[in-house]
């Protein structure tokens, strides 16, 4: 039997741009006769047209396979549920948006067949794209670079194609608080880059605005460092040895000279800085106890609704129409 290629596409409010979508990855999936391929839309809860749209792809193309969530459980939860049911002998990822062409996927496989069991798209450019997003990206990178133990490839998203047992290996991580880019480099495997030109979006709008960034960026850096702790015990060390020695001082000057009460601003503006510095890094601290109750509770990543299998190659998930947990 030809090898299989899933390619996961989560959708959050995309009726835009799904039918679009389809036509190109369509297009791509032609040629590559030597393939069987699937396109795996994961609707994570959207509240537009987006179920209708790829319930109709599915009828009128057997190549469609269709997860729907619940709810919205995020793009990270809609990528795993993607990456669970896949059953291809590779797994690719797109972003329905068009943002990362269709096109890259004949590259991708022929990158696989080759030995590599991760290829992933390294963006060259980003079109479409404001100065702030793409200096804020930049230093993100950056700043991972520097602080993680584990080297998060720098202007790549998620979109990639992996081999079997990457995404087997994948499976076996299940933590709640998900970073996938830092999860995809985290397990290893021979690698490679393919550039290109990122696109602006074909239609419809980014779900990500600059407050959902910070927090994904926030996601990333205490899921994979403990940096911010390790800051917080340096600072908290300075500023102790630095309260003892000058607590030794006012002591010995007591002792020797007397001390007349002067000095009430410098002692306010001194509270006031150790309180500030004191209150921000018990926010780190919150931060990772957070997330530390966010993995005891142990749900699952998310719930699906519904499943409608694609119509090539059928398999032991085929019938499957409710719930299935991402445990």
């Known amino acids: ?17 799904i039918e679009l979508f389809h036509r190109r ?21 959207s509240s537009d047209r987006t179920q209708q749209i790829v319930d109709s792809l599915a009828e009128r193309d057997e190549r469609v396979c269709v997860i729907t969530l619940s709810r919205n459980f995020g793009k990270e939860a809609a990528m795993t549920a993607g990456l669970d049911m896949a059953e291809g002998d590779a797994v690719a990822i797109f972003d329905v948006d068009l943002q990362d062409p269709p096109e890259l996927l004949p590259e991708f496989v022929a990158k696989w067949e080759a030995g590599y069991d991760v290829v992933y798209a390294k963006r060259t450019h980003r079109q479409g794209e404001s100065w702030l997003k793409k200096a804020t990206a930049a230093a993100f990178y950056r700043l991972m670079k520097k602080i993680s133990k584990v080297a998060i490839p720098a202007d790549t998203g998620d979109c990639r194609l992996m081999s079997r047992r990457v995404v087997q290996a994948l499976g076996q ?28 979006r074909a239609a419809g709008s980014t779900k990500f605005n600059y407050w959902k960034l910070w927090n994904f960026a926030l996601e990333g850096i205490t899921s994979f460092t403990i940096a911010p702790l390790k800051i917080a015990t340096y600072v908290g060390s300075f500023f102790a040895v630095g309260a003892f020695v000058m607590g030794a001082w ?11 009460a002067r000095g009430y601003p410098t002692l ?15 926010g780190i601290l919150g931060e990772y106890i957070g997330r530390i109750f966010g993995e005891t509770k142990n749900r699952p990543l998310y719930v699906i609704d519904r499943y409608l299998p694609a119509r090539i190659g059928l398999s032991a998930k085929d019938n499957l129409i409710h719930p299935l947990q991402g445990m």
Not at 2 to 8: A, F, H, P, R
Not at 250 to 260: A, N
């Open 268 to 282: 306010i503006v001194t509270v006031l800085f150790l309180g500030g510095i004191q209150l921000f890094f018990i």
């Open 173 to 200: 991580l299940r933590e709640h608080h998900r970073f996938m880019k830092g999860l995809f480099a985290w397990v290893g495997y021979p690698s490679v880059a393919v550039e290109y030109l990122r696109d602006p």
């Open 25 to 45: 990855m369509g297009e791509i999936f032609d040629r590559l006769p030597q393939y069987r391929c699937e396109m795996i839309f994961v609707n994570d809860g």
């Open 1 to 17: 039997m030809k090898k299989l290629i899933s390619v996961v596409v989560p959708a959050f409010n995309e009726e835009d741009v």
């Open 250 to 260: 006012i002591i010995l000057k007591t002792l020797i000279w007397g001390d007349v």
